[in-house]
């Protein structure tokens, strides 16, 4: 059998290939801990350091135990693990002859702090004392922490709102992973946000710090500068330049388009656990765009079944060849855990949901003998109620309201009266009317048109209808 290829951002042959996780006991190739998504190593990477500087190591070197986090080498994309010690006991050897705290030594040795760095803290202090959501505004204030000598001087912190403590780093050059985490669980601790600002990001050149910020912070990263600073002064508001990834759909996967907006603080979204702020929530486009992208590659299998009812239903085509494609069927839609019955003819209460719904969608009675919708709607209110929140939902997302009006002739409007029976027992939760919840897997997948609130209750959705 053949290899199956499985790229990686792991370093080949590694120092360290075996981690134990320290949690669960369990073990672990690099490989395997570092996988093939570059955003979920970020996390790992980030994650396993925070973990470091609050003292409870996850991932420890099989072989001696000691402590490892994760070291990129940006000039091939790709990660390893490095001892947080190394003092001869074991034989991976993954430390230079200078430890973080000597390279900071020698980086910032007599180093002035620059004019950039010097303007990005009065860019910012200026945009905050503009916006009268902040109060507070310092720059370079020692910030104390709960415990003893536990402190720390942000470039500038303020209050936002009356009640939250943001503390503004502005990064221009690289730092310490290590660093960062430390920074992260100290504002974490003392109840306040750690918001990291750059003055320039592009995100396919994009130093290491950066990576760590934007990966670790929903695909977000904010900028300052002039013009921020100009818009701040013009709009009386904290004033930044977001820049974010949105996922998009090409080629049957996900690929992601950097897209940026001038923003106001009041905007971005606070993540206080996950020390985030973000714009645009990355994370929930993400799961949208999978879900999205499962329902277009799914799309054939969908329409052959429909296809197949609906010729069943109106005996297109003799029994031996839809029998023969509902054999196939239901072959293709086990492969997704579904179940179909042997033959279309033992659907049973699936048959009146799959009518219910198809009828809408076709706006023409599938499998029935009634002229129109309405008189379809009569028969599901008086004989199969519990199709109602199928019809009513596929009735919505195909816009046949000016359909069911057509034809509810005044001045009775029976059908109109009867949308406001079955909706107010709905309201009651009267179990009568309650939808038959055996099929909910295969109708999501049949019809993803409807799929989120097909799950939920009838009332809950009319509760949001309802609400102002």
Partial sequence: MAATYNPTFAVDSPEIDDIMDERTGDYFTAAQLI???WELAMQTRMRSSQAIAAGKERFLCALCNAPVYLIAQMNRKKLHFRHTREDGSCPAITRGA????QINAIKFHGQRESEAHRRMKAIIAESLQRDPRFSRVQIEQTWKGSEKNERRRPDVCAIYDGQ??????VQLSTTFLRVMAERRNFYLKEGGLLFWVFKSFDAQDARMTQQDVFYNNNRNIFLAGEETLQASLD???LMLQAHWHRPVIEHGGIHWVPERKMVRFDEITFDLPSQRAFFFDADAAKIDAERKRLILANAPLRNAFESCFVA??????????????????IHAFGKFDLDLPEQPSEMGGLRYLLQAAYSAKLEKPVGTKHRDLVKLGHHLFEQQPQTL???RLMLGAYDRAQHMVDHDPAPRRKWRNKTKDYKRWWLDGDPAVAPDRRFDALLVFLFPEIADNLVREPRDVLAEERAP
């Fill in 35 to 37: 996988g093939s998504d």
């Fill in 164 to 169: 939250l403590p943001v503390a503004f780093e």
């Fill in 235 to 237: 709009c009386d508001a």
């Fill in 98 to 101: 200078l430890s973080e705290d």
């Fill in 312 to 329: 069943y239903e109106c005996d297109a085509v003799p029994y031996p060849d839809t029998q023969k494609e509902w054999t196939r069927l």
């Fill in 389 to 391: 929140w199928v019809f």
